[in-house]
């Protein structure tokens, strides 16, 4: 079973994520930058869920952070947000977000993204993700 951390500071999306997602995959949470960093490496997530809008602190400084650290560097960050820009998800992307994913979560949807961004993952395909 694909262990999805899923990084959000509102208890509903992480109860949301749960419902969701928790019979398919194991979910782990963080509601804080440092939370996530902290699980991230000791957890080993196959693929992480980010808030584009962490309460306090920057996602973007978070999914730079989590790249640049050789530990998780090459997991998979998928962005969530409830409404962002073209132009906004394309900066995401230069940072090293693999995907992008729309809250509320649809079960078809985010079952997909997860799933593709995983199976790239498990060939090796780190230049893709």
Do not use: W
Request: proline fraction near 4%; include cysteine; hydrophobic fraction near 45%.
């Amino acid at each position: 079973m694909k262990r999805i951390l899923v990084a959000d500071d509102m208890p509903t999306v992480i109860e949301q994520a749960k419902d969701i997602m928790g019979l398919r995959y194991e979910i782990l949470t963080a509601e804080s930058g440092t939370e996530l960093m902290e699980k991230a490496k000791s957890q080993a997530p196959d693929v992480i869920l980010l808030d584009m809008y962490m309460d306090g602190e920057m996602s973007e400084d978070i999914l730079s952070k989590l790249k640049a650290d050789p530990e998780t560097k090459k997991i998979p960050v998928i962005i969530t947000a409830s409404d962002a820009s073209v132009m906004t998800i394309s900066r995401y992307y230069t940072l090293g977000a693999a995907d992008f994913v729309k809250k509320p979560f649809l079960e078809n949807i985010v079952f997909r993204r997860i799933d593709s961004v995983c199976a790239l993952k498990d060939d090796g395909h780190y230049d893709l993700i």
